[in-house]
């Protein structure tokens, strides 16, 4: 369930990429990594480590990369998509699941790897564990994983009072039902002033759609769009579940 909710969280919108490749030069790489604090029903830490890249060969495309590491659960999750620079559109993704030694007797295997392949106007996924999910989801407009939400957020053109729709799928989970094209809207709320251990930072508040939950993430108003924090929150009573925040930037 962490996983998913990690991941629900990182949603963005808008797949518009002129305004990322105006403030991405070719060549650039930026690192982050982020603490992911559970604190219902009780407290864990995991990390984020993310990397993101824009080529500088023939080819332009852009490269996300990123660690999950849940060290309590004994669970790496390392992911690396690719997607067209001049477009965002999803080339490949890769997904390998590093598992505790007990995961062989449900998959068989504790390394487990989910990839997905765009053919002509679709997406073809396929496992190397006959338990997990196969299958093929059409790219339409508006579509990224929640991998690629690292970069689409990049290109958003966010103002307050804005509700930006996006579709995805969810390629970091092995839940044994098939992979789904997921649709909701994320709203920008207000301008606030956040702090983390990088600094403090003017940030759009954007309010996402968590099934159960509501969450709210945070990314810089200026051109960068950074990703400051992100909170899952309980509708009932406000209570914080989870928290995910920037630790470090380069």
């Known amino acids: 369930m962490l996983i998913r909710i990690i991941f629900l969280l990182l949603l963005a919108s808008n797949l518009s990429a002129g305004e990322l490749i105006d403030n991405w030069p070719r060549g650039k790489t930026e690192k982050m990594k982020y603490e992911i604090k559970t604190l219902k029903p009780r ?22 990369s990123q660690t999950l590491d849940m060290p309590n659960q004994q669970i790496k999750i390392n992911s690396k998509e690719e997607y067209a620079a001049k ?21 068989g295997t504790d390394s487990l790897v989910i990839e997905g392949r765009r053919k002509n106007d ?27 939400t690292q970069l689409i957020v990049r290109s958003t053109d966010f103002s307050v009072g804005q509700v930006y729709s996006y579709s ?15 649709t909701a809207n994320d709203s920008v709320t207000s301008i606030v002033e956040i702090t983390t251990p990088v600094g403090t930072f003017n940030c759009f508040k954007v ?35 989870m928290t995910l925040t920037l630790q470090e930037y380069e």
């Open 43 to 64: 407290e864990t830490v995991n990390y984020n480590y993310v990397e993101i890249s824009r080529t500088k060969g023939d080819k332009d495309i852009f490269i996300v």
């Open 87 to 107: 477009d965002l559109r999803l080339l490949s993704s890769v997904n390998e699941f590093l598992l505790p030694e007990k995961a062989v007797q449900t998959f």
């Open 122 to 148: 679709s997406l073809y996924i396929t496992s190397n564990a006959a338990t997990a999910e196969i299958g093929a989801i059409p790219l339409e407009d508006r579509f990224t994983t929640s991998t690629g």
């Open 168 to 182: 995805w799928v969810n390629l970091l989970k092995f839940s044994g039902q098939a992979f789904q094209k997921q």
């Open 207 to 241: 309010a996402n759609i968590v099934p159960g939950a509501k969450g709210f993430s945070y990314y810089t108003t200026d051109s960068r769009h950074i990703p400051m924090l992100i909170e899952l929150i309980n509708p009932e009573n406000d209570e914080i579940l």
